[in-house]
């Protein structure tokens, strides 16, 4: 029913900045409630960013000032503007979304629908 891909990853040195992008297509009206994860490897997929009810950004500690979610006003794109990256922040970032919005979660279970990724280098 959802159909997520990311762009705008790439390789940067500490302390530059990137900006993801997530285009969504969906086949139905209803809204879908939108993440982003990333997950380094041999490491656990964790959230990063996403929504709270009423469009309230909410983050991963970890990235608190330095990476901002935002949305189009037609919310067909999901934008991650990343600045001061760090090196572990290095990952494969994802877009994830639900179509169960009555509430909002960094918890990959919640998530139904998931992008093909976009990597991010911090060298």
């Known amino acids: 029913h959802v159909q997520l891909v990311e762009s705008g990853g790439g390789t940067v040195q500490a302390g530059g900045s990137l900006r993801l992008s997530c285009a969504v297509s969906t086949d139905t009206s209803s809204p879908v409630c939108m993440a982003w994860f990333r997950q380094a490897p041999g490491k656990e997929r964790e959230g990063v960013a996403t929504f709270s009810r009423f469009g309230v950004p909410m983050y991963k500690d970890s990235v608190k000032g330095r990476f901002t979610i935002s949305k189009d006003n037609d919310e067909n794109t999901v934008y991650l503007q990343m600045n001061s990256l760090k090196s572990d922040d290095t990952a494969m970032y994802y877009c994830?979304?639900?179509?169960?919005?009555?509430?909002?979660?960094?918890?990959?279970?919640?998530?139904?629908?998931w992008g093909q990724g976009t990597q991010v280098t911090v060298s």
């Open positions: 994830a979304a639900t179509q169960r919005c009555s509430g909002w979660s960094l918890e990959a279970a919640w998530y139904d629908y």
